[in-house]
């Protein structure tokens, strides 16, 4: 029988050990962002990708991205690089956008009509 291997698809692989990223992900983003710029630039730049592709790692990809420069940020995201960097630029402005925008988006009751309604007449 022909041995098929496991293939995770549409997971990105994390450039830093997990017990780093879970270190990272632990900090204040003051601690994150000094223990970041000790990484080498392009590694930085892959796990700011890695991390802005999860939702609940988005403000730690915006903190690493402040960290880095525009050209840098386009070689890793492609055109989404230049976004990236504006975000970067004021994370707490920009987190606190999004969370409004969240707010906006956040799930409405939903009411049914009453049978009455749907009735043909």
Known sequence: MLAVKP???NEALCPVDEKDLTHFNSKSPKDT???AV????RQRAQLCHFCYSKAHMHSLALYIASTLDLRTL???FGKAGKIVFEQSRDVDSTL??????????DKKPVTLAPI?????D
């Open 116 to 120: 009455s309604n749907l009735e043909a």
């Open 33 to 35: 962002m000094a223990v």
């Open 38 to 41: 000790k990484l080498p630039v």
């Open 7 to 9: 293939v995770v698809l």
């Open 74 to 76: 386009e070689e890793v």
């Open 96 to 105: 606190a956008q999004l969370k409004n925008i969240d707010r906006e988006y």
